[in-house]
């Protein structure tokens, strides 16, 4: 833990994050915008605090996460490991919003899978059959039938 | 029915990658995350989401808390100051304190050994 301090200290000594380090600035202030009322205004520099103070939020969590992960020796941080981290440093307001927003993540998952499967199962039911008479070279003298399906 | 609406933009990389159903861009969330240390060599697919959603949490709470500031200050645009005044009214956001300080503070390493 100490380690992470001063790696972070360092980096504030040198100054600016590297862009690829922060979350886009665009993204960070719509979220802001939502959550203060519409004529409020929100400076640039507030913006800019806020895309650090996510990043520190970011590399907090994850370290905590990762010491778990270490003494249970596991080598892949997990979502429920990040759930866990949150309610350990404090944040366990956001359990219960998170496993439910995780929740509905697996289950489009498992929907989208279903989905697939589906589609395919429907292309072999119900295949298209048509036939053209005529002349084919152009698309004004094709004439095609579609004949229904069985 | 088949649904493509539906289905297509998360196909497309609604969750796979791009932003789509979430605020935050995933890539850029899992390039922090390695970024945090030695130590983090493998995140597992729904890292990311779950702090898509954990960090929009987060900057709603910190964003009100420093918008009240303003309010008491009776101003429209929320400031720097406003978020730091947050950050140090909150037991919660401590390990923001350095970052919101203008000029770094004296660590105190003891109390993290």
Redesign the interface.
């Known amino acids: 833990m100490s380690e992470n301090i001063i790696g972070a200290l360092n980096d504030h000594d040198v100054g600016i994050k590297e862009q690829d380090q922060l979350l886009p600035i665009a993204n960070v202030g719509r979220i802001m915008k939502q959550t203060v009322p519409q004529r409020a205004k929100i400076s640039k520099e507030a913006k800019e605090t806020m895309q650090e103070c996510v990043s520190e939020f970011i590399g907090f969590v994850t370290s905590e996460a990762s010491q778990k992960c270490r003494k249970e020796r596991r080598k892949t941080v997990n979502g429920d490991d990040i759930c866990w981290a949150l309610t350990a440093i404090g944040f366990d307001d956001y359990e219960v919003p998170l496993k439910l927003y995780l929740r509905k993540f697996r289950e489009l998952e498992g929907e989208k899978a279903a989905a697939n499967q589906t589609k395919d199962k429907e292309d072999e039911r119900y295949p298209l059959k048509f036939s053209f008479t005529g002349s084919t070279s152009s698309s004004k003298g094709a004439n095609f039938k579609i004949k229904p399906f069985d | 029915m ?2 493509a609406g539906t ?1 297509s933009g ?2 497309s990389g609604g ?1 796979s990658g791009k ?1 789509g159903p979430h ?3 995933l890539a ?2 899992k ?3 390695k ?3 030695e ?6 697919g ?2 990311p ?3 898509s ?8 709470e ?3 808390r ?2 009240m500031v ?1 309010m008491q200050s009776k101003r ?5 100051e ?3 005044s947050a ?1 140090m009214a909150t ?3 401590d ?2 304190v ?3 300080s203008e000029s ?1 503070l004296e ?1 105190d ?1 003891s109390k ?2």
Do not use: H
Request: hydrophobic residues 50%; aromatic residues 10%.
């Open positions: 088949r649904q289905y998360i196909l969750i932003t605020l935050l861009p850029r969330i390039k922090i995350m970024k945090s240390g130590a983090v060599k493998m995140i597992s729904e890292s989401i779950v702090f959603k954990a960090c929009e949490l987060f900057i709603k910190l964003t009100q420093s918008w303003t429209r645009t929320l400031n720097k406003d978020v730091a950050v037991d919660l956001f390990f923001l350095n970052l919101v770094p660590m390493t993290y050994s």
